[in-house]
């Protein structure tokens, strides 16, 4: 049995490399070769994407979906969804994730890969189980990270927790490209030997161990890993899928695709690769290995968000410092997986703690609700003097917060109900209600100037009397 492979061009690759801005138009005249490589899965939407399309490309991301959904007749479509936060930045009531879900399966997603900043997994439930009352493969995920907590039997564990929810798959999401080759190896391996259903491995090529990487897992066992089109992979992307399927030919991994059908798809990214470079919307700083990343175990867009934050305080020569001080913040918060939002909680707190001079003076309202329990349950717990030196004696929250949370699907509708177009748009609102209304009145003034012109067409043509 061959390995098979996610393709995460029209997704993580382009969030990953241009911050998101690949456009519909730019994927659409692709999509029905992609579709006949043979590929596990294609992943096409969620993560970022949702917002990028509207705040930055003026589009809709429903109709995204519905586009590629019509031009990929034979490939399962993906997406990745952040557990109660949806697409959004903070946990929804239940109602809305029950109503994404069952929209999203009805628009066209076939496989919805759900993970949770902090691996808690009453974060993950409801959308896991949501996703299977529509027919939806549900494939969970814990993230990869390396602290003196986590170890091969925690990430057991985790798994072992998502396969007795109901999981179809699990995902081992390592988003910093921190998984080394044979750490990779022993990992898949436990795996494969504690849990039944499939495994699949996402990576990012930041480090530049990816591509070895995927060979001890594929050795070790793994059914599925995540590759990107050659010009648009490495760097902080996937790996490439191209040097693979060449590698694994005529072994018993042969993925059997075409090299002849990805390579017509190279040569169509290649020219808008050239077209991002031209308009700097890619950077030859994502494109190369950052050994920085296995050092402090810190992912690439954190890295320039800490920078970016020294730089307007006119502290640059202060990185080193705050490199070092992230991982002392990271033990003291229970050790989260730096990825959002705590990489930007714990980047953050961290760059205070070295500009104030002293731990803590300085606390955001983020690292706050991190301890006081609104983000969920922290891998390690928090010692007791960290909390109160942050929180004080407020009350922590101990369930899952998202039963703090009464039901918002009607408030919302009311609140959206001037720009309803679509019963889709109840949603779209309610991830980003300030992107999604600026959104809906450039789509609402392009809807009447199509109608004017056509006034003063079918006016020139018969004119009136």
Known sequence: MGIKITDTTLRDSHQSLIATRMSTEEMLPIVETIDK??????????????????????EDPWERLRKIRDKAKNTKLQMLLRGQNLLGYKHYADDVVDYFVQKAVANGIDIIRIFDAL???RNVERSLMACKKEGGHAQACFSYTISPFHSLEQFVRDAKTFEEMGADSICIKDMAGLLTPYEAYDLVKALKENIKVPIQLHTHYTSGVASMTYLKAIEAGVDVVDCAISPMAMGTSQPPVEPLVATLKGTKYDTGYDLNFLSEIASYFSKLREKYLKKELLSTKVMGVDINTLIYQVPGGMLSNLVSQLKQAGQ??????????????????????????????????????????????MVPKETKGLVRGEYGKTPAPIDDDIVKKIIGDEERITCRPADLIPSELPKIREEAAEYIEQEEDVLTYAMFPQVARKFFEYRRAQKYKIDSDMVDYEYKIHPLG
């Open 37 to 58: 490589v043979g590929y596990h899965s294609l992943e096409c939407w969620g993560g970022a994407t949702f917002d990028a399309c509207m705040r930055f490309l003026n």
């Open 119 to 121: 691996n808690d997994p």
């Open 316 to 361: 640059e020569d202060k990185l080193l410092d705050v490199l070092q001080e992230v991982p002392r913040v990271r033990k003291d918060l229970g050790y989260p997986p730096l990825v959002t939002p705590s990489s930007q909680i714990v980047g953050t707190q961290a760059v205070l703690n070295v500009l104030m001079g002293e731990r803590y003076k």
